[in-house]
């Protein structure tokens, strides 16, 4: 069997890359308008997943003498291109399942495994080690997704119209050539994943989230009794998926940022959904469960809505979670004190994230700005314009921070 060129290999990695961005960046569009939090969880887990496989690759593109940025992104195909857009248009949770986990992941790893037998050894055992690599955890992607796939297709009975859409789509791959683009050109064909404008992120049924700001009551919870530990970490739970979805809308909304700020973007976006695991967890361990209380989602429309990335740092990452790191420090302390060590060490970890998180808002204004002042006054007055604003929770915001300055 003949083995690849280094120049057959850089052609080849060039296209991966583009398709592990284009999931990356899909599941980030997605996240806030699906109603299973099971895949918004899942979805930040293989946002960060897909930017590390987008990153082992763009390193070896250069390592082959791929040095110029023609080489680190390459369309398979115009109409794989359009295959994307297609997919991503797609407004039906299961549907866009199917799309994402039994005809695009599952292309891509066949890819890759061609790609695998294919390659000089071992001469070429770097290429090895990282498709390798790549393909396990694609085929564990896969999986999980087969699961949701039949869980929802069975919840709905919608098998059948879930197999001819698969058939459909898996028509048009092969005549796009695949996620090789065999026999057609490299693709010229771009789209934008423009969102509207959004008021508030997609909840499943359980949750009941307040429409009206005035519906909104701050009671002076305290995590050393049960209650206010229930209403605390109810209110963290939402909070946690805001934030996947928050940085899910930054990887689709603004593909020009730098590409370590994808990644740092990426990385959030799986703490937060770790996080938003572990706390649901302590909930119901605690007699808890979702929808228990009324639930605000306060800065969303506010930071999501922004044209620039910058300002939706500042407020949320700057801002809300900075704030954030100083209530779970009063979290541990009274969890240390009243004999929890359960809900102390798993805030220890939370803390020990949310400290990265301001850390990412800071350093990301800071370098992107630091040769234009009038964008970084902007983006740093955001968050004061913000709580101006008459908003009770606003309102609230201000007064306990300024009660502590
Ligand atoms: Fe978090
Ligand atoms: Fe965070």
């Known amino acids: 069997m003949a083995t690849f060129t280094v120049q057959q290999n850089l052609e080849l990695l060039g296209k991966y890359r583009y398709t592990e961005i284009q999931c990356m960046e899909i599941m980030g569009s997605w996240a806030y308008t699906m109603v299973d939090p099971e895949i918004k969880i899942g979805f930040g887990r293989g946002m960060f997943q897909d930017s590390v496989h987008a990153d082992l690759i ?14 680190h992104s390459i369309p398979p195909s115009d109409e794989y291109v359009r295959l994307l857009e297609k997919i991503w248009m797609t407004q039906d949770e299961l549907y866009r399942m ?20 294919h390659l000089e050894l071992p001469a070429d055992e770097p290429t090895a080690y990282i498709l390798r690599h790549i393909a396990d955890e694609e085929q564990d992607h896969i999986d999980w997704g087969e699961k949701i796939i039949n869980r929802l297709a069975g919840e709905s009975n919608r098998t059948e119209a879930t197999a001819s859409w698969r058939r ?3 028509r048009e791959l092969q005549t ?31 949750w009941d989230i307040m429409q009206n700001p005035s519906e909104f009551t701050e009671k002076n919870w305290s995590f050393d009794n049960q209650e206010g530990k229930q209403h605390l970490l109810h209110d963290l739970l939402n909070s946690e998926f805001i934030t996947v979805e928050r940085m899910g ?23 937060e959904a770790r996080h938003a695991e572990i706390v649901q967890r302590r909930l ?62 798993l805030v220890e970890f939370l803390l020990a994230d949310e400290v990265n998180h301001v850390l990412y808002g800071i350093h990301w204004i800071d370098e992107l700005t630091k040769d234009d002042p009038e964008r970084r006054k902007r983006v740093l007055g955001y968050p004061e314009q913000v709580l101006a604003d008459q ?8 007064e306990t921070v300024n009660a502590e300055k």
């Open 284 to 345: 119901e361990e605690l007699g808890g469960h979702v929808g228990m209380f009324p639930t605000s989602c306060f800065g969303w429309e506010q930071d999501v809505n922004r044209k620039d990335p910058l300002e939706r740092l500042a407020l949320s990452n700057m801002t809300f979670e900075s704030e954030s790191c100083k209530h779970l420090r009063d979290w541990i302390a009274k969890a240390k004190k009243t004999g929890d060590t359960r809900s102390q060490q």
């Open 58 to 71: 763009g390193k070896r593109i250069p390592e082959l003498k791929g040095r110029s940025e023609r080489y």
């Open 168 to 170: 459909e789509l898996e």
């Open 249 to 271: 809308r930054i990887l689709s909304d603004c593909p020009d940022i730098p590409w370590q700020m994808k990644m740092d973007m990426a990385r959030q976006a799986w703490d």
């Open 98 to 117: 199917v799309a994402l986990y039994r005809v695009l992941k599952p292309a891509l790893v066949v890819a890759y495994r061609r790609h695998l037998d």
């Open 391 to 398: 908003h009770p929770v606003g309102v609230y915001f201000k």
């Open 176 to 206: 796009a050539g695949g996620a090789w683009g065999e026999g057609h050109k490299p693709g010229t064909h771009s789209f934008a994943k423009t969102h509207p404008h959004s008021k508030l992120p997609t909840r499943d049924i359980r």
